[in-house]
């Protein structure tokens, strides 16, 4: 979680509140670039902020921010209809302390929902990538008189067995098997 408001003292405030709920908290900014900042060295998170920053407000900060980010809105109620930006929860001022962990317990809960179906999807392979894997399964096809599919089992196997990828256990045979 990363805390965003232009007061420090506010995000400071916020901050130990939701560290004795039991939060992790690992930036406390006071402005939106603080914040980009402080995202980018993350790969996903929430960020309970404010509406207004010394240099810009929360829906400028959405657009900086990746899709893996959620944000937590706090503001008076006056300012919610503008808030109709994707992935972005609104809590009312005065801010209730069970609303705000409610709200994050469930934030989190489908963060890591999304994370859990990030996992499920392959990562699709460069072109590099897929050329070293053609490269080693034509050698092992030569050399050990191996047929497409064997080839492509073996590299599969050898790189289940080693814990390694299969460009890297491609990259393995190649060094081998050309010396």
């Avoid at 690992?26 to 920053?53: F, H, M, N, P």
């Avoid at 930006?85 to 069970?98: A, F, H, S, Y």
């Amino acid at each position: 979680m990363v805390v965003v408001f232009s007061n420090h003292d506010d995000a400071v405030k916020i901050r130990n509140l939701l560290v004795r709920q039991g939060f992790s908290v690992v930036a406390v900014c006071t402005t939106g670039a603080q914040a980009i900042q402080a995202a980018e060295r993350l790969s996903d998170g929430i960020i309970v902020c404010g509406y207004k920053y010394s240099d810009m407000i929360y829906r400028q900060l959405r657009e900086y921010l990746r899709d893996e980010f959620e944000m937590l809105l706090v503001a008076s109620h006056h300012l919610w209809s503008e808030c109709s930006t994707e992935n972005v929860i609104c809590l009312g001022m005065p801010l209730k302390v069970n609303e705000l962990t409610d709200t994050l317990e469930m934030m989190e809960n489908s963060m890591a929902r999304k994370r859990k179906q990030r996992k499920l999807v392959p990562r699709e392979r460069s072109e590099d990538e897929k050329k070293l894997i053609l490269e080693a399964k034509a050698l092992l096809m030569e050399r050990n008189n191996m047929t497409e599919e064997d080839a492509h089992r073996y590299i599969q196997k050898r790189s289940m067995d080693s814990k390694s990828n299969m460009v890297d256990m491609a990259k393995s045979i190649l060094s081998i098997m050309r010396d």
